[in-house]
DNA sequence: GCAGGGATTTTCT
DNA sequence: GAAAATCCCTGCG
């Protein structure tokens, strides 16, 4: 299996290392789309005011308590779907936010998936600078949520380590609370990431 | 390039 | 009944 979580790591290392680790996700026609982490989020396990697990375990969060390398698929504001990869100990409910690839494989595929779902074309760095796009973009859909990441249809593998004044720390996006810790991370200078300064 | 608002539905209080 | 780990289009400069 992939050593990128057999440590068990904790959300922060993970969110850390996943940078430059490789998302693949093959569709029932067998074509696979990939893409290269530019931008993760750590959610941890206690005193996490952001996180879906601060409030314990419930039906929609139920993955998020499995083992480190369990996929958390959720829906968001009604329309859109996130990607996680859970982490730390089973039952901890720690997990990173996948925020943002670099298409690598199959970009026709995925062109055309988030036109399908948008009703017009979008360009290449569009594809999946956002975690609701690249959900989209890949076809993640629920039912991959609380499978294993290590092999397909859905799975993550290590690449191109992303060397540490690379790699920007910074807030988390999108919430009410809890945003201001440094728990974001992105890969300088790539034109995929959703964060706009 | 930036700000503002609408779409849409599950989840939990 | 309100909030939610979002995305896209419009209007304006």
Same mark, same amino acid.
């Given at each position: 299996?992939?050593?990128?979580?057999?440590?068990?790591?904790?959300?922060?290392?993970?969110?850390?290392?996943?940078?430059?680790?490789?998302?693949?996700?093959?569709?029932?026609?067998?074509?696979?789309?990939?893409? $290269?982490?530019? #931008?993760?989020?750590?959610? @941890?396990?206690?005193?996490?005011p952001g996180?879906?697990? !601060?409030? %314990? /375990?419930? +039906?929609?969060?139920?993955?998020?308590?499995?083992?480190?390398?369990?996929?958390?698929?959720?829906?968001?504001?009604?329309?859109?779907?996130?990607?996680?990869?859970?982490?730390?100990?089973?039952?901890?409910?720690?997990?990173?936010?996948? $925020?943002?690839? #670099?298409?690598?494989?199959? @970009?026709?595929?995925?062109?055309?998936?988030?036109?399908? !779902?948008? %009703? /017009?074309? +979008?360009?290449?760095?569009?594809?999946?600078?956002?975690?609701?796009?690249?959900?989209?973009?890949?076809?993640?859909?629920?039912?991959?949520?609380?499978?294993?990441?290590?092999?397909?249809?859905?799975?993550?593998?290590?690449?191109?380590?992303?060397?540490?004044?690379?790699?920007?720390?910074?807030?988390?996006?999108?919430l009410?609370r809890g945003a201001?810790? %440094?728990?974001?991370?992105?890969?300088?200078?790539?034109?995929?990431?959703?964060?706009?300064?």
């Amino acid at each position: 299996m992939t050593a990128l979580w057999s440590d068990r790591p904790g959300a922060c290392v993970l969110a850390r290392r996943l940078l430059g680790a490789v998302l693949r996700c093959v569709d029932s026609d067998g074509r696979e789309a990939a893409g $290269r982490v530019v #931008e993760t989020e750590a959610y @941890l396990a206690s005193g996490d005011p952001g996180s879906h697990s !601060a409030a %314990g /375990r419930t +039906r929609r969060n139920a993955s998020m308590f499995e083992a480190a390398g369990t996929a958390y698929v959720y829906r968001i504001y009604g329309m859109h779907h996130c990607f996680n990869v859970v982490s730390g100990d089973p039952g901890s409910g720690e997990a990173v936010l996948i $925020r943002a690839l #670099e298409p690598l494989v199959g @970009l026709e595929r995925m062109a055309e998936r988030r036109a399908v !779902a948008l %009703g /017009r074309p +979008r360009a290449l760095r569009q594809l999946a600078s956002g975690p609701g796009k690249l959900v989209q973009a890949l076809g993640i859909e629920p039912a991959h949520d609380g499978r294993r990441l290590d092999s397909a249809p859905l799975w993550v593998e290590p690449g191109e380590p992303v060397p540490a004044h690379r790699v920007r720390v910074s807030r988390r996006i999108g919430l009410g609370r809890g945003a201001s810790l %440094g728990l974001g991370f992105d890969v300088v200078g790539a034109p995929w990431i959703s964060r706009r300064w």
